[in-house]
């Protein structure tokens, strides 16, 4: 049996497809402006699926990058501290050397070498308690406001594991260091020693004997500065690979989520070839009425 074909069918199937063709450059013409492929995860679920998941590689990649940039700002402070009181120290161990040459020295001599220790001591004790923030990189996971005491020397800060930062997955490093273990702490820190060898001096005492105490100083500096510039490596290290891991992820995220902006552009202009076409095609076809038939 032949269905009846009515002017409203005719009608009713002509909106049908202009709207179609309304929706299709619609859709174009928002990927042309956005430069996203979607709008919503329903129009290309597995796509949608697979942008999801390359945001949630990409924050926890940038966590990373957070945390790597505020590790090496401990790591490079800390550095920079120890670096300036190896200096210092040297500096240190230089006026001992002179004066422990007791029988060439004069009182006033010796009271000036005293003054300098005393003020490098001073100098040494603002290094060991330098900050990050407001966070002593001396005093491990300790909220004390300073690693030393500036009057007993006594270390405030906490051992153990100290302050660490997640750098990738399977990977952590510690970033501040051990204040005790590079001035020692209390009446052996390298604060108290310089004191004494001042006070020493001034008693005309003959210092040359603690020329091995700042040695031995000298040297946990040197060991703490071997071991935090390891760690600075390995930060910066981590760095590169987490920036290469960051590339691929936005490379990979462009392909899937967003569009290639010339194939969009000739396909909105072939859409809208189509819908002009289509509101000339509907219009010749439905001049026709029962008024014309009836004629």
């Not at 501040?176 to 820190?189: E, N």
């Amino acid at each position: 049996m032949i269905g009846r074909i009515t002017s409203n069918t005719m009608t009713q199937q002509s909106l049908r497809t202009l709207q179609s063709n309304l929706v299709d450059r619609e859709r174009l013409q928002h990927q042309a402006t956005s430069q996203r492929a979607f709008r919503t995860p329903s129009e290309d679920p597995a796509a949608a699926a697979t942008t999801l998941g390359l945001h949630g590689e990409q924050s926890r990649v940038a966590q990373f990058s957070r945390n790597l940039s505020d590790g090496l700002a401990w790591v490079t402070t800390v550095d920079t501290a120890l670096d300036a009181s190896t200096d210092l120290l040297n500096r240190a161990r230089d006026l001992v050397a002179q004066g422990a040459n007791s029988g060439a020295l004069s009182a006033t001599a010796r009271e000036s070498i005293a003054q300098e220790l005393e003020t490098i001591s001073a100098e040494l004790l603002s290094q060991a308690n330098t900050t990050v923030l407001g966070r002593s990189v001396f005093a491990g996971t300790s909220d004390a406001a300073t690693a030393f005491d500036p009057v007993t020397f006594g270390f405030n800060g906490t051992a153990g594991d100290g302050v660490r930062r997640r750098i990738s997955d399977n990977e952590t490093v510690r970033v501040d260091f051990d204040g005790a273990q590079a001035f020692g702490s209390g009446p052996t820190s390298a604060f108290a020693m310089l004191r004494d060898i001042a006070a020493e001096l001034r008693g005309g005492a003959n210092v040359g004997s603690r020329l091995a105490d700042v040695d031995a100083r000298l040297t946990a500096f040197t060991a703490a500065r071997g071991e935090t510039g390891a760690r600075q490596v390995q930060i910066e290290r981590a760095m590169s690979q987490n920036l290469s891991v960051s590339t691929d992820l936005e490379a990979r995220r462009v392909e899937v989520e967003n569009v290639d902006s010339l194939e969009v552009l000739v396909r909105l202009q072939s859409a809208e070839l189509v819908f002009q076409s289509a509101l000339q095609v509907t219009a010749k076809s439905l001049q026709t009425n029962l008024l014309e038939f009836l004629r």
